[in-house]
């Protein structure tokens, strides 16, 4: 898992330092204790560390990976 946060903040870091608007990171959250455990910490990393805002969209297990596959969710911590 550290592994993913560490290449999700790679892959989000403003490596020219552009000032442009930030997305927010969007979490998949299927409602289990153990997800919304890891989506808390990482999401704390991703705001306080590099400034992006987060978000959670919750959902079945079949609504998560169609939203990790078209786009509208970014982050799946246990997947």
Known sequence: ????????LYSCSDAE???EKKEPIIFAD????????HNEIA??????GYGYET?????SSA???KG????????HMEA
């Open 1 to 8: 898992m550290l592994l993913l946060v560490s290449v999700l």
């Open 17 to 19: 330092g552009k000032a």
């Open 30 to 37: 299927e409602g289990w204790d153990s997800v919304r455990f």
């Open 43 to 48: 999401g704390t990393i991703i705001e306080e």
């Open 55 to 59: 978000d959670q969209t919750t959902g």
């Open 63 to 65: 609504a998560m990976w």
């Open 68 to 75: 990790l596959e078209q786009g509208d969710i970014d982050v």
